[in-house]
């Protein structure tokens, strides 16, 4: 696609209720990166992805967390058992480089509110 | 651990009124300085890239600068439609994978 898309664009969810947010990254880009960005702060790093395998999880807040780009291309953050500190606006990046050395193209992202 | 600060948090211009966007960094080795530009519920935008002291970048109304230990964003004759969130972020040497360490961003409101 022309763009890194993202779906939802907004979610609600109970606490404790799980969510499924997907990430289409631009067509042919190797690098997928997820962000977390609360109100009024910057995007942090979540976890990064090479083609299908993810190489760095060290941004995961808790093992609530799991992300997965089975073939390479469209990806999922999944977060099991929602907490109110979750709430935030999650940031889908890909490049077309094997790492992120020349910067990313960001999607609109999807903001989470946990109720 | 990598740092990066930004100030003002907002900052309100007249059009026409130039200014200037600081970012203080701390980093283990830094390989790029990134800029981008926010708007309201929209992605980080790319703006520019630079790698090393003394470098600058021009696009349109914007310039960016980089010593060994800030960046500043100058705007030059502001319009309002440069109003927007400004984010500044670091790529560390250490950084295997090129993440980006992003500071809180600036706030910017150009008014007419």
């Known amino acids: 696609g022309a763009g890194v898309s993202q779906s939802p664009r907004y979610k609600v969810a109970k606490r404790g209720q799980d969510v499924a947010l997907r990430c289409d990254p631009i067509?042919?880009?190797?690098?997928l990166f997820w962000y977390q960005q609360a109100l009024g702060q910057g995007p942090e790093f979540l976890t990064y992805f090479q083609n299908e395998a993810q190489l760095d999880k060290s941004g995961l807040p808790s093992d609530r967390f799991f992300a997965e780009r089975p073939e390479g291309s469209v990806s999922t953050l999944k977060i099991q058992r929602t907490q109110q500190e979750d709430s935030a606006v999650y940031l889908c990046?890909?490049?077309?480089?094997?790492?992120?050395?020349?910067?990313?193209?960001f999607g609109s992202g999807t903001r989470l509110t946990v109720v | 651990e990598d740092q990066v600060t930004q100030s003002p948090e907002a900052l309100r211009l007249q059009e026409g009124e130039s200014s200037s966007l600081n970012c203080s960094y701390t980093?283990?080795?830094?390989?790029?300085l990134f800029w981008y530009r926010q708007d309201p519920g929209k992605g980080p935008e790319f703006l520019f890239t630079?790698?090393?002291a003394g470098e600058e970048k021009e696009k349109e109304r914007l310039k960016a600068t980089l010593t060994k230990k800030e960046s500043f964003l100058h705007i030059t004759a502001p319009k309002p439609e440069d109003s927007a969130t400004y984010l500044c972020?670091?790529?560390?040497?250490?950084?295997?994978?090129?993440?980006?360490?992003f500071g809180k961003g600036t706030m910017l409101l150009v008014s007419p």
């Open positions: 980093v283990s080795g830094l390989r790029g």
């Open positions: 067509s042919g880009h190797v690098s």
């Open positions: 972020a670091v790529q560390a040497r250490n950084s295997g994978y090129s993440t980006l360490t």
């Open positions: 630079l790698y090393s």
């Open positions: 990046a890909s490049s077309l480089a094997r790492t992120g050395f020349y910067g990313y193209t």
